[in-house]
């Protein structure tokens, strides 16, 4: 199979997301202006840009935590404008998110937070929740974490949590909204390792939204540059970090002079 | 140095049909609120733990301070009627006078207001840090219904347990001014409980819980509601507190006035 790149990506059981015409103001500004993105099974799609260009906006959109002012976002085929919210559920409970902020559940255990969905969407009995819970800790290489509270744990803990949260129910798409940010370069390295290791092993769908070009190298197959709300550029990551556009080459080269002017 | 621009007299008009406009939208967003939370009572009555957790957080817990301020309220109320009574009416009234006073008014109100400082502030707040935290939006993602999962247990346990805590209170406060009563009047314990029957009617039972009812939806509901709308990271967790106590005691008032002309 082949992606919108023409390169080949492994056959998944992820589902294919489609972006089509995507429009959204926040606070009468224009964020996303027509983001169109085709995203088969099994691909991991880098989303790259400036801080506040819209590449988290556009992720709640893929998972419908925003509603676009125009366009759709397909998953399989089915737009998410137009489910029900029996439907809409049903269709999360086939996606695992991590949050920036991990978004860990602060009143709650280790294990109850990666509990959670299993207990509320699940049939499972209390003992293979729990066997459930100490497999995705152990993935994470957290084993024997389950006690402990989020406040106890540091920042790249709380992100391994939050990834144990996002497998626990074996999803088939994977949305990761900047894994690595505020993270010490081996910590990240790490990060980037577990989440290559899940992405693969469960043959998911996965988009993960960061500036961290480093991350991109290492987890995805296919990177789309979204700059002053479209798809500016796309293609593998090595065509991407050789670009020769003026605009694509100043944000990977990270210097404060060329097209693109930075408000002070 | 000043901080914040005040509009100008030019733009007046138009930021105060703003301030109507976000004031009838929130009266909207806050009956689809009350219609959604209601919409999960069954859900929530099939699996009760999360409710009865919020029983005890929200009843039980509320207890010792109900106790404390009523014990107080009844003893005041008994030496302030002694005083004023005692050049114009006979002093074996103080029990009438205490019992009505307690049961239709005093018992109901000052209840719901030490709760909505004590639980409104406690919702919003919760509710409030997760929602700027994404805590919200992380259970949305996980396919867990939040209006179910955290407003629905709140709302319902504010509704079942005031009724319980204002029936507590009266009976506490009239306890306590028949200590400073019988203690410090010298008015015996036949004279001051024949009086509290004198005056008694179970109608004003009636209304004593029509009043606690209604209260206790409003406590929750105002936590609920400005918790969940929440933005603004912790300025706005303190903004959603200070209105959801703010709006929970003038709505008291108010209905605590409607009430009474509706039922007497």
């Not at chain 1, 695992?96 to 709650?108: K, T």
């Not at chain 2, 300025?235 to 929970?248: D, F, K, L, S, W």
């Amino acid at each position: 199979m082949t992606n919108g790149a023409g390169m080949s990506v492994p056959e998944g059981r992820g589902c294919n997301i489609s972006i089509e015409g995507l429009r959204k103001n926040l606070g009468g500004r224009p964020v996303l202006r027509d983001v169109n993105l085709n995203i088969p099974p099994g691909e991991t799609i880098g989303i790259v840009g400036r801080s506040g260009c819209g590449k988290s906006v556009l992720l709640k959109h893929v998972i419908g935590l925003m509603w676009p002012d125009d366009g759709r976002v397909l998953i399989d085929g089915q737009d998410l404008g137009l489910m029900s919210q029996e439907e809409l559920y049903r269709t999360r409970q086939r996606f695992g998110m991590l949050f920036q902020s991990s978004a860990l559940f602060d009143s709650m255990s280790v294990a109850e937070n990666v509990a959670l969905s299993l207990v509320h969407n699940t049939e499972l009995s209390a003992s293979e929740v729990d066997s459930k819970v100490a497999e995705c800790l152990g993935t994470v290489g957290l084993h024997g974490q389950e006690e402990r509270m989020p406040s106890e744990l540091s920042g790249g803990m709380k992100k391994r949590v939050g990834l144990a949260r996002a497998v626990a129910m074996d999803p088939e798409i994977m949305l990761f909204d900047e894994p690595t940010t505020g993270l010490d370069p081996i910590m990240s390295a790490v990060i980037d390792e577990v989440i290559s290791e899940l992405v693969e092993r469960l043959k998911t769908t996965a988009v993960v939204v960061t500036h961290d070009m480093r991350t991109v190298n290492s987890i995805c197959h296919r990177v789309a540059f979204l700059h002053r709300g479209v798809i500016f550029a796309e293609g593998t990551p090595s065509e991407i970090m050789n670009s020769e556009d003026e605009v694509v080459a100043q944000f990977i080269a990270g210097r404060a002079d060329g097209p693109i002017r930075p408000r002070l | 140095m000043k901080l914040r621009r005040e509009p100008p007299p030019i733009r007046a008009v138009e930021y105060l049909g703003q301030k109507v406009v976000q004031f009838f939208i929130g009266i909207g967003q806050l009956v689809i609120l009350v219609l959604e939370i209601i919409s999960r009572l069954p859900r929530l009555l099939r699996r009760p733990r999360l409710l009865i957790e919020q029983m005890d957080l929200i009843g039980l817990r509320s207890l010792p301070l109900v106790i404390f301020a009523s014990l107080f309220t009844g003893a005041v109320s008994a030496a302030q009627a002694g005083y004023q009574m005692q050049d114009y009416a006979p002093l074996s009234l103080i029990g009438a006078a205490i019992g009505k006073a307690v049961i239709l008014e005093l018992g109901p109100v000052l209840t719901a207001l030490i709760v909505a400082g004590r639980v409104s502030t406690s919702i919003a707040a919760e509710l409030g840090t997760m929602r700027v935290t994404e805590q919200i939006d992380a259970m949305e993602t996980m396919a867990i219904d939040p209006i179910w999962f955290l407003a629905a247990p709140r709302f319902f346990a504010g509704l079942f347990m005031m009724p319980v805590l204002v029936l507590v209170s009266t009976v506490v406060a009239i306890f306590g001014g028949y200590i400073v009563s019988h203690f410090l009047i010298d008015i015996s314990t036949a004279t001051f409980f024949n009086g509290v029957k004198m005056l008694f009617a179970m109608y004003d039972v009636v209304i004593n819980q029509t009043k606690a009812l209604i209260f206790g939806g409003i406590v929750a509901l105002s936590g609920i509601f400005f918790g969940y709308r929440t933005g603004g990271g912790a300025e706005g967790v303190g903004q959603a507190t200070i209105n959801a106590v703010v709006t929970a005691a003038v709505l008291i008032l108010v209905f605590d006035y409607i009430i009474a002309e509706v039922m007497l």
